[in-house]
């Protein structure tokens, strides 16, 4: 649109208008894509071609992608810590959990152990140490039903 009017205004009948849209420029839109557009003034200098418009917004426009770009790059980069750190919050709770529940239920399955039998063999302790959850919960079962720690670990 700015080549076709500046081919336009290139006519020489239109001297006068392409002096009064120069001075337009100047005054009105340097001021504003200064201001607006984070262009600085001295990157504008005084218009008096259309043909220097068109080289300046498209130089402008290209700024403006680029600016885009970076920005949002790196309120995706923000977005993606800030999501991956509230992951990985969450996930830390999670295990912590599963670890916390799995410590109890050892903890009272070996008190319970030695309350029924006495001190526990290295192999009872070995096997429990590298139970899950479940299978402790199992065992706590076991320990009220079974009469030896053969029983309640052959299960």
């Given at each position: 649109m700015i080549r076709d009017l500046d081919g336009w205004l290139q006519q020489p009948e239109q001297e006068a208008l392409r002096h009064t849209f120069a001075n337009w420029l100047?005054?009105?839109?340097?001021?504003?894509?200064?201001?607006?557009y984070h262009i600085h003034p001295e990157a504008i200098s005084e218009i008096n071609e259309l043909k220097e418009v068109h080289a300046m917004l498209a130089d402008t426009v290209d700024e403006w992608v680029k600016q885009w770009i970076e920005q949002g790059?790196?309120?995706g980069i923000e977005q993606g810590l800030t999501k991956g750190i509230e992951q990985g919050i969450e996930q830390g709770i999670e295990q912590g959990i599963k670890q916390g529940r799995r410590d109890e239920a050892l903890n009272t399955l070996c008190?319970?152990?030695r309350r029924k039998f006495g001190p526990i063999p290295d192999w009872v302790t070995a096997r429990v140490n590298t139970a899950d959850v479940t299978t402790i919960e199992n065992w706590m079962e076991n320990v009220i039903?079974?009469?030896?720690l053969e029983e309640i670990f052959a299960s």
């Open positions: 100047n005054r009105i839109l340097a001021p504003r894509l200064s201001k607006h790059l790196t309120k008190r319970l152990l039903d079974m009469h030896s």
